[in-house]
């Protein structure tokens, strides 16, 4: 069974950048699309980004495109998201997770808390 | 594609069997996925493809359904079931979208 860590969340003030990196073992990284889904504390799960097996190929949430960035290191079995003009509804927990099949998500990192504030 | 998801909370007693309702604004053949999650931790994948089990769930959680419409059962629900479920919709092309969530709690 896989695992994921989550870092990189912290308190940001709005229009700040921020970037969150995901380090996967357990399993055959390079092989698998992952994801970024966001939570604000007591609400419903978002999707925020997708990333295909290869990097090539993302996939955004309307409320984040054009200032968030997901990329992948398939030799560090990392994930990254890149997120800029950080506004106050971004603040949320963020899970990175594994996909198993269209999107299906079948790993979960313990989530890192993004906070933007003034 | 906009999920909606009934009722948006229920009360059960242990043993009960509990049913879940997802809909989808335009059909997404089978893709459609259900999630459990208890608070402060992540989700834990239920079902995939709309009635596929997930290695390690127990066999009282099942999913059916097709194109707009599916359900999500818990036949004779137990303590640890007690959480939030969400449905999920990946069909190709069209982006990813969650449900708002059924949280079902002691009765």
Avoid: H
């Amino acid at each position: 069974e896989g695992q994921l860590l989550e870092s990189g969340g912290d308190l940001v003030q709005p229009g700040g950048s921020l970037r969150l990196s995901c380090a996967a073992s357990g399993f055959t990284f390079s092989s698998y699309a992952m994801a970024w889904v966001r939570q604000t504390p007591g609400k419903g799960l978002e999707w925020v980004a997708g990333i295909w097996s290869s990097g090539v190929k993302t996939d955004y949430a309307d409320s984040v495109k054009g200032r968030f960035t997901v990329s992948r290191d398939n030799s560090k079995n990392t994930l990254y998201l890149q997120m800029d003009s950080l506004r106050v509804e971004d603040t949320a927990i963020y899970y990175c997770a594994k996909d198993k099949w269209s999107f299906a998500l079948d790993i979960w990192g313990q989530g890192t808390m993004v906070t933007v504030s003034s | 594609i906009q999920m909606t998801q009934s009722p948006s909370s229920l009360s059960a007693s242990v043993g009960d069997r509990v049913t879940i309702t997802c809909r989808a604004s335009q059909s997404i053949s089978t893709y459609l996925n259900w999630y459990q999650q208890k608070p402060g931790r992540a989700p834990k994948l239920l079902i995939y493809a709309a009635s596929n089990l997930q290695s390690g769930v127990p066999s009282r959680f099942s999913g059916s359904g097709s194109g707009t419409d599916f359900t999500l059962t818990i036949g004779g629900l137990q303590p640890e079931d007690f959480a939030t479920y969400y449905c999920q919709q990946s069909y190709s092309g069209l982006g990813v979208t969650f449900g708002p969530g059924t949280k079902v709690d002691i009765k």
